[in-house]
């Protein structure tokens, strides 16, 4: 039996467990089969009971976004990656940043780091974008206003007071483009602050970018 025509058609997402049992159902052990496609590099193992297809069968897999939305869910990418995507910061995001609503994690795997933070309902559920990155890959991640408000709201020891200093954090501290920030738009945030944490930085943060 061919294993790499069985997955084809689902290695484009992370693969469950159950859906891999299902395609070796005709096989009397297929634990065992998972367990040579594990160590034969077939397959990948990103958390228990959830896989990416391996090197070795040469077929597309998931975008660490996608491979972020399905390791911790509900989640989406956000943070640091997330700006990173919408080139609102010079630096590239080696882990990559999410944002869910179960509690706080840091996965260490084979395809990279992905860490989770955790936000209440419903200011988690404001500004997500679902990227169609392939007519198979639709991921998950914060529209550029969400993920700038996650940072502020994520950080710790960042309290917005002034105009003087929410500037120095956005251009000194996280060097962003002020032609880019002044392309936000400040209206769907204020409409995210009344069910928001760090309600006043995240007011100083509006306030900020409509004068710059």
Same mark, same amino acid.
């Given at each position: ?7 084809? *058609? ?8 159950? !859906? ?12 065992? /089969?998972? $367990? ?13 009971? @959830? ?5 070795? =069968? ?12 399905? =390791? ?10 997330? =700006? ?10 080696? *882990? ?8 706080? /994690?840091?996965?260490?795997?084979? #395809? ?7 936000? +209440?309902?419903?200011?988690? $559920?404001?500004?997500? +974008? ?22 502020? #709201?994520?950080?710790? /020891? ?11 954090? @956005?251009?000194?501290? @996280? ?5 880019? !920030? +002044?392309?936000?738009?400040? %209206?769907?945030?204020? $409409?995210?602050? +009344? %069910?928001?944490?760090? /309600?006043? $930085?995240?007011?100083? =943060?509006?306030?900020? @970018?409509?004068?710059?």
């Amino acid at each position: 039996m061919d294993f790499r025509k069985m997955v084809k *058609e689902y290695a484009e997402a992370p693969i469950s467990r159950h !859906l891999i049992l299902e395609l070796l159902s005709e096989y009397q052990r297929p634990n065992d /089969k998972i $367990s040579e496609l594990l160590k034969s590099k077939e397959l990948i193992s990103i958390r228990r009971g @959830l896989y990416i297809t391996g090197p070795k =069968l040469d077929l597309t897999t998931p975008e660490p976004f996608l491979i972020a939305n399905h =390791l911790r869910g509900p989640s989406y990418v956000s943070l640091e990656s997330a =700006l990173s995507y919408w080139n609102m910061i010079p630096e590239r995001a080696y *882990e990559i940043s999410s944002v869910t609503i179960k509690t706080s /994690k840091l996965y260490k795997t084979t #395809v990279g780091r992905f860490s989770y933070q955790q936000l +209440k309902t419903p200011y988690y $559920s404001y500004g997500i +974008k679902n990227i169609a990155y392939s007519p198979k890959q639709t991921m998950l991640v914060a529209s550029p206003e969400k993920a700038l408000c996650d940072k502020v #709201v994520l950080t710790s /020891k960042i309290y917005l007071r002034s105009i003087k200093q929410t500037r120095e954090f @956005l251009l000194e501290d @996280l060097r962003m483009d002020s032609e880019i !920030l +002044k392309t936000l738009d400040t %209206k769907v945030m204020k $409409s995210w602050i +009344k %069910k928001a944490p760090k /309600k006043s $930085s995240l007011k100083m =943060l509006i306030k900020t @970018l409509i004068e710059l």
